[in-house]
């Protein structure tokens, strides 16, 4: 399984950003995706996780800011950010979970926030 994602970038704060996240290798529909983030000299954290069934979670301090989506047809996850703020700065990744527990990780976006 081979995870791409893009659409990091340098936004002021309040602004919106895309990150896409494009998958190869797996069926897609059945696995579970995710995006991680990593600030500088911390600890990776989930931020948002979509099923197979499209049921979503988010981290509380993303909450009413970002939007995980999926298409299927495309194999591609998205995670839309608005609101952003300085302390959303982070390297996102993306992330599978197949049903066997198989875990992938994509190479890892970076947003940087401006205040």
């Known amino acids: 399984v081979q995870l791409q994602a893009s659409g990091g970038g340098l936004v002021q704060a309040g602004g919106s950003l895309t990150l896409s996240c494009a998958a190869s290798?797996?069926?897609?529909?059945?696995?579970?995706l995710a995006w991680y983030r990593q600030a500088p000299g911390k600890q990776r954290e989930l931020v948002a996780d979509?099923?197979?069934?499209?049921?979503?979670n988010y981290a509380d301090s993303v909450k009413g800011r970002f939007t995980i989506s999926r298409d299927n047809a495309r194999s591609t996850v998205y995670l839309q950010m608005n609101s952003l703020k300085p302390e959303d700065t982070a390297v996102y990744y993306c992330?599978?979970?197949?049903?066997?527990?198989?875990?992938?990780w994509g190479r890892g976006t970076l947003v940087t926030v401006s205040s």
């Open positions: 992330n599978l979970v197949t049903p066997t527990g198989m875990s992938a």
């Open positions: 290798g797996s069926i897609f529909s059945i696995n579970t």
């Open positions: 979509i099923t197979s069934g499209g049921s979503t």
